[in-house]
């Protein structure tokens, strides 16, 4: 591991206008006053880490990033507990994620540990920007968004022989103001954002430029999410544009669609499947087709279905709309969606006992 160098920001926000924007951060409006940063060239390889001011990049207009889309970025959470202290959630996985999606997007490999500091680094030079929640139903947290670009000015198209990786952070209040209400979703029929052979497992921006159109669509069909099947026969349930599915049976099943290539290896995915057993669920990964949820929810066999992701922690689905048929699981949240969700927060706020060590302190 590389200690990271402290530049710091010699005109950071004043304290009245940080309050200020902890009080009501939105998410991704606002961000800290230093990112973490670590050079790739080919020659050197990682070097030059360092926590600097937050600022505009400057960036040659023929940089690789922004012709062939080589850019890959994570996303996880920094959580105040009650002590004071902050900490972070199964930051490992992410740290083996970004360097699955570094390998299929022809980035370089970043050391885990370079990860790992590169999160502990800005956290302890921004700790005053992490909210701190009061009570159980304040979600608020400080959002940590890594991504590694491609810098070379060479329009040739091969990987980019420098490499540039940030850390960058904003405050981000609760997903759900004004309570937890299931969503809308809408079935892309037509359009997929990733297919076999493709990109769809690894976190890339270009997954999400695919899927701001079916977005789109879901907006105008007055739905918040929009659900992709496979590509190849449009059969079976893959995920939302950036969050994970699950579906819970009467007879006590937590099913998910099997990881693939057009599945992102979702961190809260995971740990969801991990939870269900004390829960009282059984996990079972496999592949679901829009069908049998369809039968299942008509017949009584499903009985909830919600979505999962850092961003939102676990969604309840309330609709999914589509051209042909609507499936309906109400307007509540399901039982077990909000234990869940219940469980998981009150891990990541430290309010109950880590038994499986997922948390990891960052100051
Ligand atoms: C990030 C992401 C998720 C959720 O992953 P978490 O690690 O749980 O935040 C799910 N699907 C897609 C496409 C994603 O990009």
């Not at 198209?157 to 809308?184: L, Q, T």
């Amino acid at each position: 591991m590389t200690d990271f160098a402290v530049l710091k920001n010699m005109q950071p926000q004043p304290e009245l206008v940080r309050e200020n924007i902890k009080k009501d951060p939105g998410f991704g409006l606002y961000f800290t006053d230093h990112m973490s940063h670590v050079r790739y060239t080919l020659d050197d390889g990682w070097h030059a880490h360092q926590v600097q001011p937050y600022a505009p990049l400057q960036l040659d207009p023929a940089a690789a990033v922004f012709h062939y889309a080589q850019e890959i970025f994570e996303g996880l959470k920094a959580y105040r507990h009650a002590d004071g202290s902050i900490w972070t959630f199964r930051p490992d996985r992410n740290a083996i994620r970004i360097n699955k999606s570094a390998e299929r997007l022809a980035l370089p490999q970043l050391p885990e540990e370079d990860f790992i500091e590169s999160l502990k680094a800005l956290v302890a030079l921004d700790q005053q920007w992490v909210p701190t929640p009061e009570s159980a139903a304040d979600e608020s947290s400080l959002y940590l968004r890594p991504f590694m670009i491609a810098t070379e000015r060479f329009l040739g198209v091969r990987s980019s022989h420098e490499v540039d990786y940030y850390v960058i952070s904003c405050p981000a209040g609760p997903y759900f103001s004004g309570g937890i209400k299931p969503v809308s979703i809408w079935l892309s029929q037509k359009l997929n954002r990733a297919g076999a052979g493709g990109t769809g497992f690894a976190k890339c921006g270009g997954n999400y430029a695919a899927s701001l159109v079916p977005t789109n669509e879901a907006v105008a069909q007055g739905c918040q999410q929009v659900l992709f099947t496979d590509a190849a026969e449009n059969k079976y349930i893959d995920e939302l544009g950036g969050m994970n599915l699950m579906l819970v049976t009467k007879d006590g099943r937590l099913l998910t669609p099997e990881l693939g290539d057009s599945i992102l290896d979702g961190v809260t995915r995971r740990s969801l499947l991990d939870l269900a057993p004390q829960l009282g669920l059984e996990p079972e990964e496999r592949r679901i087709t829009v069908e049998e949820w369809r039968e299942g929810a008509a017949n009584g066999d499903i009985v909830e279905a919600f979505a999962c992701g850092t961003a939102a922690v676990v969604t309840p689905i309330g609709r999914v709309v589509s051209n042909d048929f609507t499936i309906d699981h109400g307007e509540e949240p399901g039982a077990k969606t909000m234990e869940f969700r219940r469980t998981l927060l009150d891990i990541q706020y430290g309010r109950i006992e880590d038994k499986n060590n997922w948390m990891v302190r960052l100051a």
